[in-house]
């Protein structure tokens, strides 16, 4: 069983920055792929970034170059640094967590354990 809390997230301007923090509590956090899944309003849930067990790492193209995905297993933490925000950046994000790499990258619907999800919001 693993437990997530999101924190971090707030009020951004334009080309600012946010960092996302994901503490996981349960024994096999360190055998999961983590990652970071938001839904604005009116628009489907969407994979931003995962990185697997072993460090292989994934993102969503419109955030390549200006998010970070890391973890840190000893503290059983993930992150998602937003640099360059946007304001279609504007949405509830989701930490997530699966034994499974291929349920996160398939949209999300079969990952078992989710957050309870953090609002950013990017003002113009």
């Known amino acids: 069983q693993v437990r997530l809390v999101e924190s971090g997230g707030g009020l951004a301007q334009a080309g600012g920055s946010l960092t996302l923090s994901c503490a996981a509590s349960?024994?096999?956090?360190?055998?999961?792929?983590v990652g970071w899944f938001r839904q604005a309003p009116g628009k489907q849930r969407e994979l931003v970034a995962a990185?697997?067990?072993?460090?292989?790492?994934k993102y969503v193209d419109s955030v390549k170059g200006r998010f970070t995905i890391s973890r840190d297993n000893a503290k059983k933490m993930g992150y998602l640094q937003m640099d360059s925000l946007k304001p279609e950046d504007t949405a509830v994000y989701y930490c997530?967590?699966?034994?499974?790499?291929?349920?996160?990258?398939?949209?999300?619907?079969?990952?078992?354990?989710w957050g309870q999800g953090t609002q950013v919001t990017v003002s113009s």
């Open positions: 997530a967590a699966d034994l499974s790499d291929k349920a996160l990258v398939a949209g999300g619907r079969f990952v078992r354990y």
């Open positions: 349960g024994s096999i956090f360190s055998r999961c792929a």
């Open positions: 990185i697997g067990s072993g460090g292989n790492i």
